[in-house]
Structure formats: C-alpha cells, structure tokens
C-alpha cells in the first residue's frame, strides 16, 4: 500500500488494519501525539473543499507533523500552465505525504505515477472520494459495532452522488449486507453498479421512491445532499431537491437504534429539528473523519507507535 | 467564560485577568512558549482580515499550539450553502479553539451556540471586534500605566465605527474618563451611545469638530479610518475622508506624553511624517494584539503555565 | 547581512557560506530540525506563486519552526489601501523573517527599509528573484562539484527572464565562466546587460539562435519558459513559444555530463521525453530550492545548531 486512490485500492484486510487502528487512536489519542513529528503533509487542493482540507490537515497536527498546500486552484502554479506529473515530482521534494483533491477524474491517479510520496485522493470530480468511504466505514463500525449483518438505506441522489457509489463498492465486500435504495426515478444508481456490483454479487437490494415506508427495515440511512453543479438545468434541481427530505415526523417510523449518517456538508436534506436525537451522528461523523486520516496517514507513512 | 463574543462579555475583573495576564507574557515569552502545545486553534474567517487572522495565528504559534482555518469565504463550505450552526459542529471536532470572522453580525454569536469549543468573535461586520478592544486596552494601560483619569480624544468616524463604540462602552466602566469626540457632524456617535452609554453613566464628553484645537487637553488620540465599505455614496466619502487628518503641525499641540493609537490599517488619515515621534504607538499596539490574543486564547482553553 | 533583495546583496564569501551550509544540511537534515524551534516565517505573498511559497514553507518548518502569511493580495490588508511600508511594520511584532512576493519591483526593499525583521525578496516583478539564484548556483556546485570553468547555455527568453538575468550577473563572479545565449532575435538580453556586465567583465559570450548546434559545447543548459505575461501582444507570443525547444533528438548531442537546468513551472519548453535523462535536473534543482532557503533562513535569522 503506497497511495490510495480508489477506496478499492484497498484489500478488507488493509481496511480492517486501518479500521482498527483508528480505534486504537480514539481510545488513547495522547499516545499518536507525536508518531509524525517532523513529517509533513502538503494539502493540494484544485477546488476548495474546507471540510475535507480541514479534516486532513488536523489530523496531521493531532499527529505532531505539520502541513503546507494550497486551497483553491488559483493560487497553484495550475494557473501557469503546469501539469499535474511536473506539481507532483516538485512536491515529492517538499512534503512527506501529499492529499489532492482535483475537479478532474483520475489526476490524483496521473499524481500517483510520478510521485515519490504517497499521493491521497481527496475526491477528483464525481469520481472517487475513498477518505470519505473510510470515514463512513468507521462510523458504522464504532456506533453499530460490527459492518456485517447491516440493513442500508441510501437516500437522495443516487445518480451522481460518489460518496454513495463508493460506499456500495465498499460494503459488498462485507457479509449479509441489504441495501435500500431510496430516490427519485431520475436519480436511480447508475446502470453499472446494479448490474456488475450488486446483482453480480448477489447482494439483496430494492429501490424505492417513498423514505416513509422504509424506515422500519433500515439499521442505518446514508443521506446524501443533491448536489445543484451535477444537474442539468436549473428546473429539474429545484423539482427534485426537496424530495426526501428527513425530518422528526419520518423519525418516528425508525427502529431506537437505526443511525443517521451524512456526508455534509447538508443543505436542508435533513431537517434540523433532528440534530438532537441521539440516531442523528453525522456530527460524530465528521469527527471519525479525523480518526480515520490519522490512522491512514500513519499507514502511509509506515510509522508506528514507539 | 467559555466564549468571547462581545467586549461586554467580560465583566471589569475578567478583563483585569486578561490584561495582567498579558502583561506577564510581555515580561517573559519563553515561560509561555509550550503552554497550548498539541492544541489547535481554527481561523474561521468568512471575508478576509489578514491582520487580525495573522494577530491570531501569531498569538497560536507563540503558545506552541498550532493553526489551520480558512481566509475567505470562497474557499468555505459557505459556499455550498451550509450554515454556520453545522459548520462550527464540524469544526468542534477538528479544533480546541476558533477564531470567526464574518460579514453578518449575530455569526459568531449563532456559533457559540452550537459549538462545543470556545468561540471568539473576530469581527462580525459593523457589530463587534472585542479583540480589538482589549487590545487597546492593553496599550493604553501598558504606556500610559493606567485605565483611569484620561481624556480620551476619539477621532474620524464615530458614526460607523465599531472600534470605537466598544472602546467606550469599555472604558465607561473605569474611574474618571472623559471623551472628547472629535469628527464632522455626519459621523457623530450614535445616538444610543450619546444617550444610553455616556448620558446613562453621567461620563464626561464633548462634541467638536476641530481637531486642532482640542489636542492640548488629550492625554489619548484615538484616530480611525474613514472606511469607503461604510459609506452609502462615493461624493460623500470624497468630501470626509481627509477630514481630521493627524500631522506633525497638529502634533505640536499634543501634550509630550500623549499617545497615538489606531486600529490600522491606516489609509491616510495620520501623515507618516508622525510615525517617527515617540508618542506614535500604533505598530506597537498591533504587537500587543498579539500578546492580549495570547492571554485570551489561555484563559479561554484554560490552560496555565506549569 | 540582513536583509536579501538583490542577488547581488551577496558577496562571493557569503554566497560561498550559504552553499556551504546548505551542503552540510543535505548531508545531515537531522541536525538541522529544531534549529529555528519557536521561530516564524511569515509568507507576503501579494501574487500568488505556490512553488516558491511551499519551498519557504518547507524549508521553515524543516527547520522546526512555523509559518504565517497570505497567498495573494485579496486576502491581505493591501485591498484596504494599507502600505507596503505599514505592513511589514506590523508583520515585524508577529514574525521572525519574512518572505515577501509582489508584483511591483523594489516593494521588498521599501519592506526592508521599515522593517524590524529580515526582509527576503521572493520575487518582486521581472525584477529580481533572490532564492532562485541561489537554488541555481546550489545546483551546480552540488552536481557539477564547481561553480567556476564552466561553459554555460542559457535558452528562451532571454530579454524579459529575471532568472536569466540574476543568473549571468551572479555567475560573472566566479572564474572562467563562458556564456552561450540562445534565443530568437526578439528576446536577446538586454543591451545592459551585454554591455555593463558581460563586456565590462571580459566575459566570453556568443549569442546564437539554434539551440542544436551550440549542445555538443555546454557543461550547462538553463533552459526558461516564456512567459505570456511578458509579451506586447498574443500574435508574438504564439510564434515565438515553441522556439528552442529541448527534445531527446537535441540531447543526443549533448555531453554525456552536460545538465539541464530550468526554474519551473515548464510548460512545454522541455519535452517530458526527457525527464528520464539523468541529465534532466530540474526536479532535483527543485528540492536544492529547499535546502538553500534553509540555510539562507539560518544565516538570517543568526541560528546555528548547538
């Protein structure tokens, strides 16, 4: 394991080790205060995205290492004419560990291949986001204790939504996992993924366009914002976007136990009149993300506890 | 004191705390160079401020913490329409502490609500900026030795300027202090203040429109700039602006121990033929911004020197 | 030495001193990375240049000290009017050293002139650019074992590279050194140069403009992009970029040891189909940016290690 780049770059067991150790790190963060000193990480980021550069960059300072980068393409040497190979080999002298996250499918793949340092993907397009399905992962794990024997429901835009394709990818891997897939017709998961994910893995799923009648069943519900830059026109955005929105009235239809998780960040997907119910961790969410960096930086870097 | 978001927070022995507490780091750096070692301070700044967000990071820095955040808005997950409620819940969990600049006034207070981390406000449009305020606090009380019996000069906009409204409403709560405001009768002080602040308290106060021939009495000259952002039309800013401008003929009426303090940045109502005399403190005051930063920051994580 | 504006500011004996702990560091970076522990690099950047920001930024913090700044002039106070001379007078209570880029040429030196700080120039206009002369002439003498008997190539925009120039005027110290310039007619260097530096010198120099049949002559080839910036109109820029492009065909005459230089970002002035050649350096003269940033950072800052 070198770079990460699609959250299948990783075996369940290379997924487990991170997994676990995250949980380490939760349990006693004092004790990886200072596993990246003198380490640096450099955050390239071609489009801004404050959550995820954020998330990043706090869990290198949590891990005693320091960060350098850029947040938006414009103050890149991008603007200059440069290619993403040239940024990458100077960088590789720069930094110990870079994150990059690109409006272009596959440039943190091109990055891979010419860096001498290990490139993270930190979302290219509607591609791959695979810190974001590591941080879902973790989530499960650590609230609901296990990533097998799951009900899962999926809301919103399924059709462009990455982090739910990514999170699907993920989950076959797992034992006994059914999925419920809740979306307006024209937001359906795309062709592929039913076909050679889960109908080629046998994987129990239906889809449906009522989050109401559902809820029973689900032992977690993803929901996930529709993204306005993904539509084609302005009409169809503003027709769907209220669709499925959660509120505490849909709450009640839920098992004690079922677990809300988000992406963020959220528009009004999600009403806020539930962000105190104790099922509603998307909060905690944002938080394991942190975890889930430190301990993939770590994996990385190959540095351990002394 | 669990957040800082309007100078009035602080009750008069909170502020002593605060200021002695950075009189003590002005005696002796070193003792406080390791105190926030492995915390994290979030630079939240909606529109840019690079002084008052370089004020912060400094201040960070020299307690051994470190620093991540944003400088605009563009580069925030603003722009994807979250609120400041869910972001400063994502950023609890990224950050020990946070520093929020923001365009609309009531942000850092809406925060505070929701964060689990410390809230300070680094300037919420025409509203507040209390770190502002104790920093001209601590220049006065670090050059002139006290709080009590001055005669401060107030001067330029009175009217939109919000360093100047807090730093009355702060010294109104100290011995013998009386105002001479000084501008031209379209930037006179609010009426609430003249009224409710300064009348309600039985203050001492004058209204003039000549800077010169007030200079003999003052023992403080706080200048301010005319800002064009405040303004509802260009003719009436070009009219002002160079109104009570501050030079070295002025300056001869000074008494020899009166200060000059300003916010900065100045445009160009204090002559840099001033900035040699000793009794231009500005640039100092920017550097005890730092010191009384520092101060706040440990007060509010509650950390001490051991 | 406390300040560094011009290349020049340097004398022979304290250029050899900077090369000379700068080799020392990359002969043992460890004993070099707490040397400027609690120390702060502030970063001025009033146009946005991330190469030679994260190069500052990497040497500072290999250093074991931290950073502050901005990355271009939206963000900074510079929109609110405030002056080159004011700023760096503030930044002087919040750093230790700063690096200041700026579009207008001698902004750094007015820094210098008001600060309390040292002021390194990193770039100001098409005028000088300090660091990258010392990262070439790092370079060399790394990589070739002199700086003196050398015939050195210098190709593209010969007239408006800044590079170029500081490069001819620091390499004229040194002994023996033989310049072959390689450009299209338009873009000769400057009649100043030619007259006052080389002639005034005794330099030998020849002026060509095809690069292939100089090759098999050079132990050096410093290769320059040419900037669209630099140009009148879009008309020259398009017939004059692709000239005196490096290839493998063109390669093949070089000497077995002959190296290729270049200041990056290159856009398509060096093909990629050379970046295998061990000959090929500039990636590597991208991370000695690194190093001499360090020890230039040492020397001005008076750190040694203990």
């Given at each position: 394991m070198k770079h990460l780049i699609s959250p299948l770059d990783l075996s369940v067991s290379e997924l487990d080790e991170i997994l676990d150790l995250a949980e380490s790190i939760i349990q006693d963060p004092k004790k990886y205060a200072?596993?990246?000193?003198?380490k640096k990480l450099a955050t390239l980021f071609y489009e801004p995205s404050t959550r995820t550069r954020l998330s990043f960059e706090a869990a290198m300072l949590n891990l005693g290492g320091s960060v350098l980068g850029f947040s938006?393409?414009?103050?890149?040497?991008a603007a200059k004419g440069e290619s993403v190979a040239d940024t990458i080999r100077v960088i590789s002298g720069y930094a110990d560990i870079c994150a990059m996250r690109h409006p272009k499918e596959g440039a943190p793949l091109v990055a891979s291949k010419y860096s001498s340092i290990p490139v993270i993907n930190a979302g290219d397009g509607g591609h791959n986001h695979p810190t974001q399905t590591l941080t879902d992962l973790l989530t499960m794990k650590q609230l609901?204790?296990?990533?097998?024997n799951l009900t899962v429901g999926l809301c919103g835009d399924?059709?462009?939504?990455r982090t739910v394709h990514s999170l699907i990818n993920a989950l076959?891997?797992?034992?006994?996992i059914s999925f419920v897939l809740i979306s307006p017709e024209e937001l359906r998961i795309p062709t592929y993924l039913r076909e050679e994910v889960l109908e080629a893995n046998n994987i129990s799923y239906k889809e449906v366009?009522?989050?109401?009648?559902?809820?029973?069943?689900?032992d977690l519900l993803y929901m996930t914002r529709v993204q306005?830059?993904?539509?084609?026109?302005e009409e169809d955005y503003i027709r769907l976007k209220d669709s499925f929105i959660l509120d505490r009235k849909k709450m009640?239809?839920?098992?004690?136990?079922m677990l809300v998780l988000h992406?963020?960040?959220?528009?009004?997907?999600?009403?806020?009149?539930?962000?105190?119910?104790?099922?509603?961790v998307y909060f905690k969410q944002a938080q394991f993300g942190v975890y889930v960096r430190m301990a993939l930086i770590m994996k990385l870097l190959e540095v351990e506890v002394c």
């Open positions: 200072n596993v990246c000193h003198h938006s393409a414009d103050s890149s040497s609901k204790g296990r990533l097998n399924l059709k462009f939504g076959v891997r797992y034992e006994n366009n009522v989050l109401e009648e559902v809820m029973p069943e689900l306005k830059e993904r539509f084609f026109n009640e239809y839920a098992k004690p136990d992406p963020l960040p959220r528009v009004n997907e999600i009403s806020t009149d539930i962000d105190d119910d104790p099922r509603a």
